[in-house]
Each structure stands twice: as structure tokens, then as C-alpha cells.
């Protein structure tokens, strides 16, 4: 149950599109189609932005969008705003009823 | 509305144990999976534990495994973590999240405010 490679951080300015890359293994990310990607500010809980790799939950704006090739799932914000910078996390389905998250991305807006 | 409000936090020292819950509300708490996910301060997101919707399934991370138990009361509309054989390690701040199923289900759609865990001599 290692956790999921991320980078650690990744910057852009207003307007541009970023992607935050999430790597797994074949036990896992590369397994299922079974990605999640969270958004979390300082002091506050995890917020669901996309569930099963690519679609986001009622209510989350359409600039954020997934997606998954092989062991590798991503998440690109685009059109990138202020309030858009926080911490983003993976997280993969990895068999046997279990997850693992990915280490996180501190995203920054230029 | 949905909530999800965790208690039962506080320092610790090794070795002993502590009870966490997590008060469910706004939404057929009996028909969901719940999990726990834990936070070390600066750190990552850690899954811990899920259960299913009615209690007969559980399943660990290997860090947890063995030293924590997770269980549910439908009646009451809680969760419980218990931790037991607390190691250093184990400080953080640890969130109850909501899915629909315990299997196959990475959509954590709901968390609750969080409750810190320090476990220090």
C-alpha cells in the first residue's frame, strides 16, 4: 500500500490550464478505473472534485476534468483561478476493499 | 443537510487507546459505507478503514491493521474508530468520510470536520 506519486507542487497563472499527474501500479490506478481527485484547503476538510476518473460531482465546476492512461491518472484545472489554489490529492481503488491516496500537489496561482 | 461531525480526539500517550466517533446526519446513514481517513500535520492523506453500509465487512490499512478496529451503530447514526497500542506515528487529525459501497468506491463524498489525535509521552 504505497502511496501514489504526485509532484509535489505545480504553479500557473490566471487563466491557464494545469495538470496534475497521479502514478499508481498495475494494482491499482492501473487496475480499475476507480480514480478520485480532492481539493483541500489549509484547516479544512477534503473536498470530492472527481469521482471515477473523469467526472465531477453536482455542483463542482466543469474547469476541472480527469483522466487515465495505464498506471497514470490526471487531473487538469483549466482556466485557472485564485480560489484554486490548494492541496489536490489522488486517490485510487487498490483491490481487496482497500485505497490509497496519492501524496499531494500544492497547486499555486501565479 | 448532510454532517458529519468527529469527536473523541486528545493526547495520548504510546501504548494506550482512544475511541473516536463520528455523529452522521442529514442523510439514511444505514445505506452507506463509511471510512477513515487520517492527516498527519503537514503531511498526506492516509486511508485508514471502511465498513460496510451495515456493519458486516471491514477492511484496514496495513499501518492500522491489527491495533484498530472500526465499527458502526445504525441506531445511533455513528461510527466509531477504535485505536488501541497508539504509536507516535499514529498523530493526526482523523476525518470520517461517506461512499456508497465499501468496494470499488473511491468517491469519499462527504467528510466531517476532522479530530486530532496526538499521541506523545
Known amino acids: 500500500q504505497s502511496a501514489l506519486t504526485q509532484p509535489a507542487s505545480v504553479s500557473g497563472s490566471p487563466g491557464q490550464s494545469i495538470t496534475i499527474s497521479c502514478t499508481g501500479t498495475?494494482?491499482?490506478?492501473?487496475?480499475?478505473?476507480?480514480v478520485s481527485w480532492y481539493q483541500q484547503y489549509p484547516g479544512k476538510a477534503p473536498k470530492l472534485m472527481i469521482s471515477?476518473?473523469?467526472k465531477g460531482p453536482s455542483g463542482v465546476s466543469n474547469r476541472f476534468s480527469g483522466s487515465k492512461s495505464g498506471n497514470t491518472a490526471s487531473l487538469t484545472i483549466s482556466g485557472l483561478q485564485a480560489e484554486d489554489e490548494a492541496h489536490y490529492y489522488c486517490?485510487?481503488?487498490?483491490?481487496?476493499?482497500?485505497?490509497?491516496f496519492g501524496t499531494g500537489t500544492k497547486v499555486t496561482v501565479l | 443537510q448532510v454532517q458529519l461531525v468527529e469527536s473523541g480526539g486528545g493526547v495520548v500517550q504510546p501504548g494506550r487507546s482512544l475511541r473516536l466517533s463520528c455523529a452522521a446526519s442529514?442523510?439514511?446513514?444505514?445505506?452507506?459505507?463509511m471510512h477513515w481517513v487520517r492527516q498527519a500535520p503537514g503531511k498526506g492523506l492516509e486511508w485508514v478503514a471502511v465498513?460496510?453500509?451495515?456493519?458486516?465487512?471491514?477492511y484496514y490499512a496495513d499501518s492500522v491493521k491489527g491495533r484498530f478496529t472500526i465499527s458502526r451503530d445504525n441506531s445511533k447514526n455513528t461510527l466509531y474508530l477504535q485505536t488501541n497500542s497508539l504509536r507516535v506515528e499514529d498523530t493526526a487529525v482523523y476525518y470520517c468520510?461517506?461512499?456508497?459501497?465499501?468496494?470499488?468506491?473511491?468517491?469519499?463524498?462527504?467528510w466531517g470536520q476532522g479530530t486530532l489525535v496526538t499521541v506523545s509521552s
Open positions: 468520510a461517506r461512499s456508497i459501497l465499501w468496494f470499488r468506491d473511491a468517491n469519499f463524498d462527504y
Open positions: 442529514g442523510f439514511t446513514f444505514s445505506s452507506y459505507a
Open positions: 465498513i460496510s453500509y451495515d456493519g458486516s465487512k471491514e
Open positions: 498495475s494494482s491499482d490506478v492501473g487496475s480499475y478505473n476507480l
Open positions: 471515477e476518473g473523469s
Open positions: 486517490c485510487s481503488y487498490a483491490g481487496s476493499s482497500t485505497y490509497v
